[in-house]
């Protein structure tokens, strides 16, 4: 199983991207809604038939009443009808973001009890936020999550505007990534083909492998972000196909850098 955060430099597609790669995953799959700007799945794409009593901004005041393991699994909502792929709504509202300052530390443990279930994990973590020159503003946002992640997946268009906006990002992401997480290793590029610059193009400028290349596919998009049909079969949809195929190497690359960062035979022995 793997547990990846997207973000993005700009509103490059994260949420739509997320929600490709929920809908198109083969295994078991939950997404948490955690832009800081507040979440859009509830009523764009379940068009609202999903209550606010439950979601993200819920979880804060478990937290404080010291409820969240055991409420926690009644804040997800499937997002198809099997069930097999599940939804942790985000916020309502973004001035609600500062009551999860205690929160996201406790959320990563439950999210990764769900992978060691069976599930992968998705989280669309936004937008980023740059606190300084070499860190991601941790203040608010769900940095916690980011730092923990077995991936760190910044969305990019296609487009020179793009990748220019994501060139500081970049770099703020892997002195974080060094300094407080995982390591920058854990950043990989999901591209967008909404441009002229080919992938290999923008895995040069910016020194970030690519690991998923998405068709633009403004139809299948358009029905991702507001609940709407897709003509013919929504699993053959360019945009579908192309979040499936990068289901491989996302786990691929996950289970690489687990093991790359599993201590030694000796190391554990030698820490205690």
Known sequence: ????????????????TALALALSSPKRTLLAECDPAGG???TGYLQGHTTAAVGLHRLATAQREGTLAEVFEQHLVPLDQAGHRLLLPGLTDPTQTPSLTGTWDPLHRLLRVMEEDG???LVDAGRTVVESSTSINSTYSPAPLLRRADLVLLVVRASTQSVAAAAPVVRVLREDLDRHG?????L?????????????????ALNVPVVATLPYDPATASALGSGGTVRGRFELAPL??????AHEQLT?????????????????????
């Open 1 to 16: 199983m793997a547990f990846t955060a997207l973000v993005s430099a700009k509103s490059s597609g994260v949420t739509t």
């Open 40 to 42: 859009t799945i509830r």
């Open 119 to 121: 599930y992968d994990v």
């Open 182 to 186: 995982t390591g920058s290793g854990a």
């Open 188 to 204: 990989r590029l999901a591209v967008i083909e909404d441009g002229p610059l080919k992938a290999g193009q923008i895995a040069g």
């Open 240 to 245: 579908i196909r192309a979040a499936r195929t």
């Open 252 to 272: 691929l690359d996950a289970t690489r850098r687990r093991i790359q960062l599993a201590p030694r035979p000796g190391q554990e022995a030698a820490r205690v």
